[in-house]
């Protein structure tokens, strides 16, 4: 497609130039202020739209977003890259966990946002009009929340687009994680993409507040294999890496406020049946236990003592 120039709100960058600035737009009628790389190649080609931050304490996926937009540059490029690597701004200065604390709202189950709505919607609104509907391809980046632990994985969504459900599927294998999830998460970033006819995936890699080297590579590595999939990037095709493809992501929440026991670790294969854990009182009287709905492998624990009542447990990939 031709790229002369690249702009998203009141940024631009012009072929073979790369810009980084902070778009300003009103949410709740205060400015909200949202850094980003523009990325405009030297060749024509697609279009690439990355996002962390997000969920705004999952730093492995900020840490690679940043990497990426500070050291892509235009020369190497074929097509256009958008970077926004925090989206969450406010909930990132407060280390919030899951929610923007302007509303209390989960960021990634109000996409595609509502221009009327609450913060958070605001946000998701103007970040859907003028970023994400702007990509042929769309990676969002997470990590694994301040309470979560996880083992990698890559997640798409089958929107009943087989043309987009398809590119969906091979953006999560080339990615390079082993674990593929065919799930739907209402509200969040990659499904709204996907239903808009976007390819798009969701990539986990971190959690805990940790950020290590090998997380950040995750990310990293994953968006290199995909620029040079996609003919975006020098390097050739990447080489196939080994893939397991799930098509259940079961959650399990707690039906109590309490203390949460788990008996599993992340990577455990687990049954069908199987006790993953229990919620206790104070007194140590069993709440509730978290019995395994299928066999699969865990995917993710909350790893805090502390549990409120509808908060996840954790997570079943079957
Ligand atoms: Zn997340």
């Not at 302007?102 to 859907?128: C, H, M, Y």
Request: hydrophobic share 40%; glycine share 10%.
């Amino acid at each position: 497609m031709p790229n002369d120039v690249l702009t998203v709100g009141a940024l631009s960058a012009k072929r073979g130039q790369k810009q980084y600035g902070v778009n300003e737009f009103p949410v709740q009628d205060k400015p909200y202020r949202l850094p980003m790389w523009l990325i405009n190649g030297n060749a024509d080609g697609p279009m690439l739209v990355v996002t962390a931050g997000v969920h705004p304490a999952e730093y492995a996926s900020i840490a690679a977003a940043l990497e990426l937009g500070r050291s892509l540059q235009p020369e190497n490029l074929r097509g256009q890259v958008i970077v926004v690597p925090v989206m969450n701004i406010p909930a990132f200065a407060a280390r919030s966990i899951y929610i923007c604390p302007l509303d209390g709202k989960n960021l990634n189950r109000v996409f595609p946002g509502n221009a009327q709505g609450t913060a958070s919607e605001q946000i998701a609104d103007w970040v859907f009009r003028n970023v994400i509907s702007q990509a042929n391809y769309y990676v969002d980046l997470h990590g694994g929340d301040l309470i979560e632990a996880l083992v990698p994985f890559t997640i798409f969504f089958r929107s009943g687009n087989e043309r987009v459900d398809q590119v969906s599927q091979e953006m999560a294998k080339v990615f390079g994680i082993r674990f593929l999830v065919c799930s739907e998460t209402p509200g969040s970033t990659f499904c709204a993409a996907s239903r808009a006819g976007i390819p798009s995936i969701l990539a986990e890699s971190g959690g805990q507040g940790i950020w290590t080297p090998r997380h950040v590579a995750d990310h990293t590595n994953g968006l290199n294999r995909l620029m040079r999939h996609l003919n975006m990037i020098p390097g050739g095709a990447p080489n196939p890496s080994p893939s397991t493809l799930l098509e259940r992501f079961l959650w399990l929440r707690s039906e109590h406020a309490g203390f949460w026991y788990p008996a599993v670790d992340v990577n455990d294969k687990v049954k069908a049946g199987q006790n993953l854990g229990c919620v206790k009182n104070c007194e140590g009287d069993v709440l509730q236990n978290a019995i395994s709905p299928a066999d699969g492998v865990v995917l993710f624990i909350v790893s805090s003592l502390a549990i409120n009542q509808t908060d996840p447990l954790l997570a079943v990939g079957a």
